[in-house]
Nanobody
Framework: VQLQAFGGGLVQAGGSLRLSCAAS????????MGWFRQAPGKEREFVAA???????DYADSVKGRFTISSDNSKNTVYLQMNSLKPEDTALYYC???????????????????WGQGTLVTVSS
């Protein structure tokens, strides 16, 4: 199982970025996928999740600004981030999830495979 996240970078506050996560080693359509992030000095936190049937969950802090989507033909999940704020600065990780909750409350224990992080830096 491999997850490769990319698309991070430096952006000004108010700007946008799109992260991508390419998955391999599993039947992509049968699983749930998610994004987490870890800011310097903080614990890793949930950002967004998507179910194979198209359901989406978001953390309250990103709701209305971030959109998670997937392209099953490419085995790829995306995170479109708009109206970025300095507090969105973090290392962003994609992950396979064991469960789709239908809420904005996930923990690291809900993930069983992690990709490497991609750094997002938002300047004020």
């Amino acid at each position: 199982v491999q997850l490769q996240a990319f698309g991070g970078g430096l952006v000004q506050a108010g700007g946008s970025l799109r992260l991508s996560c390419a998955a391999s080693g599993r039947t992509f359509r049968s699983y749930f996928m998610g994004w987490f992030r870890q800011a310097p000095g903080k614990e890793r936190e949930f950002v967004a999740a998507i179910s194979w049937s198209g359901g989406r969950d978001y953390a309250d802090s990103v709701k209305g600004r971030f959109t998670i989507s997937s392209d099953n033909s490419k085995n790829t999940v995306y995170l479109q981030m708009n109206s970025l704020k300095p507090e969105d600065t973090a290392l962003y990780y994609c992950a396979y999830l064991r469960i789709y909750r239908g809420s904005g409350y996930y923990t690291e224990a809900d993930a069983d495979y992690w990709g490497q992080g991609t750094l997002v830096t938002v300047s004020s």
